[in-house]
């Protein structure tokens, strides 16, 4: 995928919390053509309570189901509370709404890199990133 966003000051690194592997390829993509690091991918909310520690990530985009079900918004409450910027990539929008304060932004699918990078642009720009 051919990009002309400019990069960013500071390259942030992401996770990608998500269960179809087609999208997770199209993040990893997206988010290198902003500029950023694609550090992994993790498919449920238990493997991510259960790896997130050995991880070095600045944010966590998070989709509302996952293989564990609808625990999208249980994962983010759990990084808030950690102090981890989390971004909601779902195309639940009105869920996700739901929880918004749980999140920096929330990004619809079908994903666009003009509105993937107008989210991780929330997350550089409110410095919410450890």
Same mark, same amino acid.
């Given at each position: =995928? #051919?990009?002309?966003?400019?990069?960013?000051? +500071?390259?942030?690194?992401?996770?990608?919390?998500?269960?179809?592997?087609?999208?997770? =390829?199209?993040? &990893? $993509? =997206?988010? @290198?053509?902003?500029?950023?690091? *694609?550090?992994? !991918? /993790? @498919?449920? *909310?238990?493997?991510? #309570?259960? $790896? *997130?520690?050995? =991880? %070095?990530?600045?944010?966590?985009?998070?989709?509302?189901?996952? %293989?564990?079900?609808? +625990?999208?918004? @249980?994962?983010? !409450?759990?990084?808030?509370?950690?102090?981890?910027?989390?971004?909601?990539? +779902?195309?639940? &929008?009105?869920?996700?709404? @739901? *929880? #918004?304060? /749980?999140?920096?932004?929330?990004?619809?699918?079908?994903? !666009?890199?003009?509105?993937?990078? %107008?989210?991780?642009?929330?997350? +550089?720009? #409110?410095?919410?990133?450890?």
């Amino acid at each position: =995928m #051919r990009s002309d966003v400019p990069p960013p000051a +500071t390259p942030l690194r992401f996770l990608c919390l998500e269960d179809n592997p087609l999208i997770v =390829m199209h993040l &990893e $993509q =997206m988010i @290198e053509d902003c500029g950023h690091v *694609f550090v992994a !991918s /993790l @498919e449920s *909310f238990a493997d991510l #309570r259960e $790896q *997130f520690d050995a =991880m %070095a990530v600045d944010c966590v985009l998070v989709d509302i189901d996952l %293989a564990d079900g609808r +625990t999208g918004p @249980e994962a983010a !409450s759990w990084l808030a509370d950690r102090k981890v910027a989390a971004l909601f990539v +779902t195309g639940q &929008e009105r869920l996700a709404q @739901e *929880f #918004r304060h /749980l999140v920096v932004g929330i990004v619809a699918k079908p994903l !666009s890199l003009r509105a993937l990078k %107008a989210g991780l642009d929330q997350i +550089t720009l #409110r410095g919410v990133a450890k």
